[in-house]
C-alpha cells in the first residue's frame, strides 16, 4: 500500500511538470513561465482548472494521511523503527488537508471577475466583497502551507544530514544535498546501504527474521514518500502565489 502510494505520488509529481513546466528553484522565474494565467478568464479556465488541481493533491494527501497512519504503527512497535520516523508529520500532514479543504471551498464559490466593473451597481459591490474574501482565504491558506512546507523542508535536511547521513551512511552530508530534489539521490543511497534493520534492539533470533528485509524495504519506502510529499508542497505553494 506504501508503495502504490509513492507511485501515485510520482505521477501526481509528473501532472504537475506537465501543466506547469520543469520544476524550478526560483518563484520569479516560475512566475515568468507561468504568467499567461493572468490573461484567461477565471470563470471558464482559471476556476475549473484550480478546482481540479486542488481536488486532485488532496486525494494524494488524503492517501498520504492514512499511509503515515500505518506506517506510525508499525514503526511505533519496534524500537529501532522509532527512529526513523519525522515527528509530528502526520499532524502537518492533516493540516495540509485541511487547507486544502478550505481552498476548495473558497474556489467553489461563484463570483464574476472576467467582466468590467460597473461600481453604480449593488450587485457588483456584493460581488467584490465576496471576491475579497475569497482572495484573503486563499492567501491565508497560502501562508499556512508555506509554513508547512517549511517546516517539513527544515525536519528534511536534518533528517537527511543526521538520520540519513551520519546514522545510516556514516559520513557527512553536503548541506546542498540535504536541499530539495538533491536529497533524493541521499535517500536512495542510505536505502541502498541499509542490508537490513532490525526490528527491535534485543530480538532474538535477528538475523533470520524476515521482517527484517520488510522493514528494509518499508524505510526505503518511507524515505521516498516523505521527500515527495515536501516536494509537492512545494510545488502547490508555488502554484498559489503565481
Same mark, same amino acid.
Given at each position: 500500500?506504501?508503495?502504490?502510494?509513492?507511485?501515485?505520488?510520482?505521477?501526481?509529481?509528473?501532472?504537475?511538470?506537465?501543466?506547469?513546466?520543469?520544476?524550478?528553484?526560483?518563484?520569479?522565474?516560475?512566475?515568468?513561465?507561468?504568467?499567461?494565467?493572468?490573461?484567461?478568464?477565471?470563470?471558464?479556465?482559471?476556476?475549473?482548472?484550480?478546482?481540479?488541481?486542488?481536488?486532485?493533491?488532496?486525494?494524494?494527501?488524503?492517501?498520504?494521511?492514512?499511509?503515515?497512519?500505518?506506517?506510525?504503527?508499525?514503526?511505533?512497535?519496534?524500537?529501532?523503527?522509532?527512529?526513523?520516523?519525522?515527528?509530528?508529520?502526520?499532524?502537518?500532514?492533516?493540516?495540509?488537508?485541511?487547507?486544502?479543504?478550505?481552498?476548495?471551498?473558497?474556489?467553489?464559490v461563484t463570483i464574476s471577475v472576467d467582466q468590467p466593473l460597473d461600481l453604480e451597481d449593488y450587485n457588483e459591490l456584493v460581488n467584490m466583497k465576496k471576491v475579497?474574501?475569497?482572495?484573503?482565504?486563499?492567501?491565508?491558506? !497560502? *501562508?499556512? +502551507?508555506?509554513?508547512?512546507?517549511?517546516?517539513? %523542508?527544515?525536519?528534511?535536511?536534518? =533528517?537527511? #544530514?543526521?538520520? &540519513?547521513?551520519?546514522?545510516?551512511?556514516?559520513?557527512?552530508?553536503?548541506?546542498?544535498?540535504?536541499?530539495?530534489?538533491?536529497?533524493?539521490?541521499?535517500?536512495?543511497?542510505?536505502?541502498?546501504?541499509?542490508? !537490513? *534493520?532490525? +526490528?527491535?534492539?534485543?530480538?532474538?533470533?535477528? %538475523?533470520?527474521?524476515?521482517?527484517? =528485509?520488510? #522493514?528494509?524495504? &518499508?524505510?526505503?519506502?518511507?524515505?521516498?514518500?516523505?521527500?515527495?510529499?515536501?516536494?509537492?508542497?512545494?510545488?502547490?505553494?508555488?502554484?498559489?502565489?503565481?
Open positions: 500500500m506504501t508503495n502504490k502510494c509513492k507511485l501515485h505520488v510520482l505521477a501526481f509529481e509528473d501532472d504537475y511538470n506537465e501543466l506547469f513546466g520543469p520544476y524550478t528553484t526560483s518563484l520569479q522565474e516560475y512566475k515568468k513561465v507561468n504568467s499567461n494565467w493572468e490573461e484567461k478568464s477565471y470563470s471558464n479556465n482559471i476556476q475549473p482548472s484550480s478546482l481540479e488541481l486542488i481536488g486532485s493533491t488532496l486525494e494524494i494527501f488524503e492517501e498520504i494521511s492514512k499511509n503515515l497512519v500505518l506506517i506510525d504503527l508499525f514503526f511505533e512497535s519496534f524500537n529501532n523503527l522509532k527512529k526513523l520516523l519525522i515527528p509530528f508529520l502526520n499532524e502537518q500532514t492533516k493540516s495540509v488537508i485541511q487547507s486544502l479543504v478550505k481552498l476548495k471551498q473558497f474556489l467553489n475579497e474574501k475569497i482572495t484573503s482565504g486563499i492567501e491565508r491558506e !497560502s *501562508i499556512i +502551507l508555506e509554513t508547512a512546507f517549511l517546516t517539513f %523542508n527544515t525536519s528534511l535536511k536534518q =533528517y537527511t #544530514s543526521i538520520l &540519513l547521513g551520519k546514522a545510516i551512511l556514516k559520513r557527512d552530508v553536503d548541506a546542498r544535498d540535504c536541499e530539495l530534489i538533491a536529497r533524493r539521490a541521499i535517500c536512495y543511497q542510505a536505502a541502498e546501504h541499509v542490508v !537490513s *534493520i532490525p +526490528l527491535t534492539e534485543d530480538s532474538p533470533n535477528k %538475523n533470520n527474521n524476515p521482517m527484517e =528485509y520488510l #522493514s528494509k524495504y &518499508l524505510a526505503y519506502v518511507v524515505f521516498s514518500l516523505v521527500i515527495l510529499v515536501s516536494i509537492i508542497l512545494y510545488r502547490l505553494f508555488k502554484v498559489l502565489l503565481s
